[in-house]
């Protein structure tokens, strides 16, 4: 696929993903469009389905290929998908990136900032954080 047709496809990609439209990322996807293709900020689709906790979106995304512990670098959009997930306590959201291989003890940042499993205490998210630790994270 051409990088226009590729560029085209993953501003609509995160429009779908921002509307929470399942039918219309379920069709971008099928057409092409590369589900780890930061928009022009670095925020991944992937971490855009979790912050704002679009858990079957996010699980579209991870079956087409999406990396589960790719950090996003965008403006108020920095850390893994885990992470933003575990902020707002979106516990299906981080049940779906779970399943699918996300790292419970990866600290966003590149290491250095929180873990999964802090976000989910300090926002006072026990369910979240019940989930995360059944899947081996630890407070560090």
Request: aromatic fraction near 4%.
């Amino acid at each position: 696929m051409n990088q226009r047709r590729q560029k085209k496809y993953s501003r609509r990609l995160f429009e779908a993903i921002s509307a929470g439209d399942v039918t219309v990322v379920k069709a971008f996807l099928r057409a092409g469009a590369d589900p780890n293709r930061t928009d022009s900020e670095g925020t991944t689709p992937l971490y855009e389905a979790s912050v704002n906790g679009k858990a079957e979106i996010a699980r579209l995304l991870l079956t087409a290929g999406a990396a589960p512990d790719a950090e996003s670098s965008g403006l108020g959009a920095e850390g893994t998908p885990l992470c933003a997930a575990a902020c707002w306590g979106h516990a299906n959201t981080v049940r779906q990136l779970l399943t699918h291989g996300a790292d419970p003890n990866l600290h966003e940042e590149h290491g250095t900032g929180w873990s999964p499993l802090r976000w989910a205490t300090e926002g006072s998210h026990s369910e979240t954080a019940d989930l995360l630790i059944a899947a081996g994270a630890t407070p560090r």
